[in-house]
Every structure is written in C-alpha cells, then in structure tokens.
Nanobody, 120 residues
Framework: VQLQASGGGLVQAGGSLRLSCVFSGRTFTIYNMGWFRQAPGKEREFVAAMTWRNSNTYYADSVKGRFTISRDNAKNTVYLQMNSLKPEDTAVYYC??????????????WGQGTLVTVSS
C-alpha cells in the first residue's frame, strides 16, 4: 500500500482546510481508512476513520463537529475536511489504512504526512 497525503498549509484560526490522501497498490474499497496527527513534542493520535464496509465514521472527541472524513472510491482517495480550525490542531497529519483493536484505531501503512499550521 502506498499513500500520498496533501492539502496542508498555513491557515488562521477559524479557517478551513481539506486534506486528501491518494491510495494505491491494493484494492482501496476494502480498506478502512483513517487520519492521524502528530503535534510537535507529542505522540501520534487518532483523528478520524471511515470503515470500508458501511462507511461508518469515527472521530476523536477533540475534532467532533468540526472535521469530516469522507472517501471517493472511484478516485481511491480519502479526505479530511477541517473546519473551525484551532491553534491546537497544528500538527503533521497522516493518512493510513486503519484497523480498530480493542476500541482504539491504529494504522498499518502510512503516508508521508502533510503539515497543518493554524495561527492564532
């Protein structure tokens, strides 16, 4: 699996960004997909996930109501629409084919990450 994330950048607090992640190398439609992020000096954390079977979505409490994960199976792409951004959303965002174990989401294969910087 290869993953290529893009769409990061610098945005003011309250603004929006949409991240994209193109998937290749396997059959995209049978993979759960997720977004994770890692802020400076912190561990990588789960942000959002979408299942392949029924497109159920899952979000970290910190982004619920602000972020939306979606996928376009025809384009082998997963998106993360981020609205009402806050400075604490500043991080490198990674996409990954994902799995849930014991109620926690993790990633298998990772993209290279895209930097999101939110200024106050």
């Amino acid at each position: 699996v290869q993953l290529q994330a893009s769409g990061g950048g610098l945005v003011q607090a309250g603004g929006s960004l949409r991240l994209s992640c193109v998937f290749s190398g396997r059959t995209f439609t049978i993979y759960n997909m997720g977004w994770f992020r890692q802020a400076p000096g912190k561990e990588r954390e789960f942000v959002a996930a979408m299942t392949w079977r029924n497109s159920n979505t899952y979000y970290a409490d910190s982004v619920k109501g602000r972020f939306t994960i979606s996928r376009d199976n025809a384009k082998n792409t997963v998106y993360l629409q981020m609205n009402s951004l806050k400075p604490e959303d500043t991080a490198v965002y990674y996409c990954a084919d994902s799995f849930n174990y014991g109620g926690s989401w993790s990633g298998n294969s990772w993209g290279q990450g895209t930097l999101v910087t939110v200024s106050s």
